[in-house]
């Protein structure tokens, strides 16, 4: 019986996989897969059915046979999960029994719902961009990669030759609805959540598409080759020093009553976030303890993933409308009493997935209870949300004046980008246009100075021509008369007089009256110079 239940849940969970990782459209809810592989790994533990090919012993899904194929040099594993306070507390034990002391801080990040990809940069430049795959190899999309204006081409700062970055893509909410939005009214099919939809997008095979597709990023790890152990908390540091974007709240606790108030604090506060956070995650601060604490073949014994508690709404269906799209595509629209779910006022629904409309038999007049982690978890039930408002909290003081912050750049920032619009379609080709005409004037001035100078080299040719045909005895004469005519008074002239070494640097009226007192004067060698030299 055991047997039979196991091969079940394999096969289940395999295609579970399958439809998440690779064809990006779940079928399947996190903390409903999370139940089963937790009830298979406890089957397979009890009745010693362990195999290395089970859903329990392996991570994320297949590489593509569309991309080359790259080895992760250190494994990206997953994270194990826990829904309630009490595992939460197991995992500390678990820790401090290792570890045999309590000498330890614990860093409590958000856990963003997105893809998970490997970053490499050499000499700073971006040489690599993959996607986890099965955790041991990925997929290279570093062309797509290249597309995501979150991530730079070259860090900032001074870094190690080498630098592996871990991070997570993903959508925010408003743009994920306006590109299903689009998607539907052209007759297209609707991704199901943002995390399928950057999944998808990312393994596309023309980057100029995935440049269209509103992909953002933030960095959460870093790895060096150098040796050095450093903190999680001074690797956030970098990630910013480096020029890469990171989560703007993460938290240091010394114990594990300050994760849970953390926790709390976070939870309150998610739904007012741009992006779908899904739970925390809960990571050993010290680097230097992570060797020791170890992993297993799937999770590190160092970190685990806390899952936000599912938020449940009833409404009821009052109508339901056709909808036209623009390639004339029909659409039923379910029009719902409004409910307030995960921070957002839900009145109307896109009816668009048939098949669990059929199976659900829904019809006007029914009531509808959905269990939501968040507010576009909606999709995996067959409805598209419309956000008609979204309704503000009141986060404890412990992390309001950070969230106000981030409030306060969000705003900053695009005001900045207004202001940049601005300066490159209007101050830019207005200092184009005057660096064009300052060139402009260069070139005439270089011109008519060349064609002057060329004039006065012409003359003094002319006078030479006519001092060499002159009898020797008055080309004294005729020579200094040629150096009047072209030189400025301004200019000296370096002579040799007598043909000796006695060199005289004199103005050239010096020189013509020194000339009146001594009658025979010889003018081997003359060097002109000016007197800005």
């Not at 939005?181 to 007759?187: L, P």
């Amino acid at each position: 019986m055991a047997e039979k239940r196991v091969l079940e849940l394999r096969k289940l969970l395999q295609q579970a996989n399958e439809a998440y990782y690779d064809q990006a459209t779940p079928f399947m809810s996190d903390q409903r897969y999370d139940e089963l592989l937790k009830e298979l790994g406890n089957l397979e533990k009890e009745y010693n059915l362990e195999d290395p090919q089970s859903p329990t012993a392996r991570v994320g899904g297949a590489v593509s046979s569309n991309f080359e194929t790259v080895t992760h040099p250190t494994p990206l594993l997953s994270l194990d999960n826990t829904y309630n306070e009490d595992e939460l507390n197991e995992f500390d034990a678990r820790v401090r029994k290792i570890l045999g002391h309590d000498s330890f801080s614990y860093l409590v990040e958000l856990k963003f719902d997105g893809a998970s990809i490997r970053l490499r940069y050499e000499k700073g430049a971006l040489v690599l961009g993959a996607t986890r795959g099965d955790g041991q190899q990925g997929d290279d999309i570093t062309k797509n990669i290249r597309t995501i204006q979150d991530i730079p081409l070259f860090l900032e700062g001074t870094p190690p030759k080498v630098v592996e970055v871990r991070g997570e893509a993903f959508m925010e909410k408003e743009a994920f609805v306006r590109l299903n939005h689009y998607r539907e009214e052209a007759g297209l099919s609707v991704f199901a959540n943002p995390r399928n939809s950057t999944a998808g997008s990312l393994k596309m095979q023309d980057p100029k598409v995935v440049a269209r597709r509103p992909i953002r990023f933030f960095a959460f790890d870093l790895l060096f080759e150098d040796g050095v152990n450093r903190n999680q908390d001074q690797k956030l540091a970098l990630i910013k020093e480096y020029g890469l974007p990171a989560n703007e709240f993460p938290t240091l606790c010394e114990s594990i009553e300050q994760v849970h108030n953390t926790i709390e604090v976070l939870d309150q506060i998610r739904h007012e976030l741009p992006f779908e956070t899904d739970g925390v995650v809960i990571k050993v601060n010290e680097e230097v303890l992570r060797e020791q604490l170890g992993s297993t073949s799937k999770f590190p014994r160092w970190a685990i993933a806390y899952k936000f508690q599912a938020e449940q709404a009833v409404s009821r269906i009052n109508d339901i409308s056709l909808q036209v799209g623009r390639l004339g595509t029909i659409t039923p629209v379910a029009e719902l009493e409004p409910v307030l779910l995960a921070g957002t006022t839900v009145k109307r629904a896109s009816l668009h997935n048939e098949e669990e409309i059929q199976r659900k038999d829904i019809r006007i007049g029914d009531q509808v209870k959905e269990r939501i982690q968040s507010y576009l978890d909606l999709y995996e039930a067959g409805i598209a949300v419309e956000i008609v408002n979204v309704q503000g909290t009141n986060p404890p003081s412990a992390v309001k004046d950070a969230f106000d912050d981030f409030i306060a750049a969000r705003e900053d920032k695009e005001r900045y980008q207004n202001e940049a619009q601005r300066y490159a379609f209007t101050i830019v080709p207005e200092a184009r246009g005057q660096a064009q005409a300052r060139i402009q004037e260069a070139e005439g001035y270089k011109l008519e100075v060349v064609a002057n100078a060329q004039g006065e080299v012409d003359r003094f040719n002319q006078l030479l021509f006519e001092y060499q045909k002159a009898p020797e005895v008055t080309r004294d004469r005729l020579y200094l008369d040629a150096l009047q005519s072209v030189l400025s008074s301004s200019t000296k002239v370096m002579i040799d007089v007598e043909g000796g070494n006695n060199l005289l640097y004199l103005p050239l009226d010096k020189i013509m009256e020194e000339n009146k007192k001594r009658e025979s004067i010889s003018l081997n060698r003359i060097n002109l110079r000016n007197d800005d030299e």
